[in-house]
């Protein structure tokens, strides 16, 4: 037996046809070289070659300059993934997913002019199957539960780390959905809370509007004692002191917006 195989008998052994020139690969035990070594195939954070990888492909709704830029700015320093285009709103939201028909799309909750939540239900409407990361500044429990029972993928805080961030979009693009522990908390402070009718959310923005209880009767078309019986029942289960304080509490839970 050779030198060479007697140095690592339970490796790899490479060589010319009269095997004359047999060197042990230990370190690529994967990879045949013969006379020159090539360097190893760069790979993504999931190890997997970028040759056999089709990049992620996003598209990101986004209205504030700023933010925007960073986004693209950690986008495109990952290999694996590709920056497919960008929305400042929803119309153009919904037109841009049309065009690119991306595998993720991050959206920002609060858009001119529309709400990143009702965006998600007139993409998914179209295309059920399209994953939605939803990105905020807020954490407030009514908006989480929203848009994920709107079917987001992820509902994610902005000042959530990069590396973080990155690896969502990974998981998400592997089919997988994600809530960060932080939002979770919030969701867990009211679990088992009834939630608002979708009249009682409707007083109740009548009520942030400013209309008293025999306005709010007319412009619903309902008697004042209805009205009175919804105000009693969303102050009891918002466990407000009175109508102006459920609302205070309705629009720090994201139940409303101003």
Known sequence: MSPAANCCPDRILVGSGDRSDLRCLSNFP????????EVPLESTPRGIPLSSLTPIRILCVEDHPVFREGLATVIASQPDMRLMGFAGNGVEAVAEFRRHQPDVTLMDLQLPGSNGTDVLIAIRGEFPRARIVMLTTSD?????QRAMRA???AYLL?????????AVIRSVHGGR??????????LAEHLGEDDLTA???????????GYRNKQIADHLAIAET???????????????????????IALRRGLLQM
């Open 151 to 153: 079917g987001a993928a």
């Open 140 to 144: 407030g429990d009514g908006e989480i």
């Open 158 to 166: 902005k000042s959530m780390p990069k590396d973080d961030l990155l």
């Open 177 to 186: 959905r994600h809530v960060p522990a932080e939002v979770a908390a919030r």
């Open 30 to 37: 994967a990879l045949l070289y013969r006379d020159k070594p």
């Open 199 to 209: 009249r009682e959310l409707e007083v109740l923005g009548l009520i942030r509007d």
């Open 226 to 248: 209805t009205v009175n019986f919804h105000i009693k029942n969303l102050v009891a289960k918002l466990q407000a002191k009175d109508r102006t304080h459920a609302v205070t």
